[in-house]
C-alpha cells in the first residue's frame, strides 16, 4: 500500500553534514568531480522520513559531492502519476523515485528500473567503498528481483501499530467507569471486541464532557485507495484473511474459485471496521492517512491505527501534537488464532510499510542518481533519520544511544518493530497491485457511505477482482 502523511518535519540536523562528510571525503568528492556538477531530479511522496531527505541529506550530498539535488516531495497521488508517466514515456525527468514495496513487482514486470547489482558490477569505480546491502533488515529483500539483484535502496520502513491515549487509558476515574460497565479492566485492545467496548466508551465520555473526543480513528475516506488500503492491510488480517483474500496460487479471489475476499472472515471484518465509523470523529470518511495522523495528534481520537512514520513526530512534537507524552504504542487487536499463525509464519497481524529509491532505466543521470542512493544508505546517517522519521532500514540503528532515547519517548514504539516486526508483512507480490485494487476499492467506497451492504460490497468487490484478473491474463 502506499500510505501516508504531510506532516513537516523537524530541525535540520545541520552536523549531520559535517559529522558525515570528511569520513567519506576522498570517495565522494572524487566520484563527484567525475560527473561535472551533474543535477539529479527525484519525487516522493511528502512524508516525514522524505522530508529529511530533502531537508538534510540532500544538501549534505550535495556538498560532499558536487551534484545537485532536486528533490520534489509531494502527495501521494501526484508522486505515483508524475513518475509512472515519466517511465512509461521514457522521458528522464526523474533520476530517481520513491518505489513503495507493494508497486515494485509492477515496476519489474515492466522494466523500469535500473538493475543496481549489475551496475555497480559493471562499474566498480562508482561503488561507494561502504555501502554493504548486509548491513540492512530483511525488508530490502522486497525490493530484489527473482535472481537476487537489487533495484531499490530501502529508505524507509516501518509497522503500521495501535496507537492508544495512556493519560485517558490510565486516568482512574477512567478505569473505575470502564470496569463498571464492561466488567473487565481497561487496556489496550487485544480482540475485536474489546477495541469497539473502549471506542464505545470513549466516544459516550467525549459526549458526556462536551468535548471533542471519539472512541476511534477510521482511515475511510470514500473516494481515496487509503481506505481500501486501511482495510485489506489493516483490518482483513487481523481477522485472519491475507493478501487481500486472494489465492497466491491461484489468483482467486472469490469463495466459489477458491479465494477469500468475500469470505465469512472477511464480510466480518468489513461490518466491524465500518461500524467504527459510528465512534469516530466526522472527519472519519474523508480521511485518508495523513488526516488520521493528524486527528490522533489532536487528542481526538482515544485510539486507532495509524503509520509507524507518524509515531515520532505525534509522541514528542509539542509544535504540532496535542498528546505529546501522552501515546502508547503496541499490537493491533486479533481474532483467535489469528496471532498463533502470524507466530509460526503461516499469517500476519498488520502492515508491514515503507518504500526505497530506485532508479528509472529512463534516467540521463543514472551514475549520479546512485551515488546518491548509496549516500544516504551509509549506517552513519541513518540514526537522525530514523529519529525524525520512526523509520529503520538498518539493523544496527536500533542499537544507536539517539534511537534508544527517542523510544523512550514514543513507549518502544522501534522496540516492538524490532521485537514484533516480524508479525507484519508487506504487500502480496502482485504485478497487478493497481488493476485490482482499481476494481475493487469502489465498492469498499459504497459501503462506507451506506450506498449497499459489507456483505454486497466483498460480494462484488471479489467476483470484480475475478474478471479483472481473467481479462489480464491471470486465470483461465
Known sequence: MFRKRTIGMAALAVSLMAGTMPARADFWSDAGAKLNGATIRGISESSPPS??????????FSKATGVKVEFEATSWDQMYDKAIKDMEANTGVYDFVYIEQDIIYSYLARNFLVDITKTLVDKPDLKAPNFDTSKFTSFIDNFKGSDGDLFGVPMEAFIKVYLYRKDLFEDEANKAAFKAKYSYDLAPATTHQQYRDIAEFFTDLGKEKGIELWGTTVQGNTGHPSSFYEFVETVAPTFGVYNWGIDLKTYAATVENGGRMNSPEAKTALKWWIDNLAYAPPESTSSTWDEVAATFAAGRAAQGFVYGE???????EPSKSAVVGKVGVTLPPVEDGVMQAAEKGDGYIGYYDGGAFGVPTSSKNQAAALLF???????????DWAVAGARITHTSTYDDPKVRAQDAKVSGYYTLMKDKGYLFRGAPPFPFHNQVREVAAPFIYQALIGEITPDEALDQAAAATDSELKTLGYRK
Open 51 to 60: 522530508q529529511y531527505v530533502r531537508d538534510v541529506l540532500a544538501p549534505a
Open 310 to 316: 507518524n509515531a515520532a513526530w505525534i509522541a514528542t
Open 373 to 383: 542512493l548509496q549516500y544516504i544508505a551509509q549506517e552513519d546517517v541513518q540514526p
